[in-house]
């Protein structure tokens, strides 16, 4: 479709070992947590975090929106890993860097 573009082997397999690590660093600071719906309450079938000044979340009293802290930790976020926000660098033609990265 257009917009999109798929690369594959555009990062190599040192790169995305070191990539996986950086997330778990995420993680690690702001564990995953499962989301739940707005108005039922029903949670969601993923768990996720975030990373960066603002991060996605939903829950039945606020509903979906973006905030600068875990909802269970209360805590901010963590940076975006630099690797990410290089790999943004490269492939992205949009001028400015991301606020937010859900993982």
Known sequence: PKGVRHMPGYIARPAQEALVKEIRRVVQAAPLY?????RTGKQMSV????????????D???????QPTHPVTGEP?????????????EVSAYPHLPEGCLV
């Open 77 to 89: 976020w963590p940076p975006i890993p630099e690797a990410l926000l290089q790999l943004w660098r």
């Open 47 to 58: 768990r996720m975090t975030n990373c960066g000044a603002l991060g996605w979340v939903t």
């Open 60 to 66: 039945k009293e606020r509903g979906y929106r973006y």
């Open 34 to 38: 499962v989301p739940a719906m707005p």
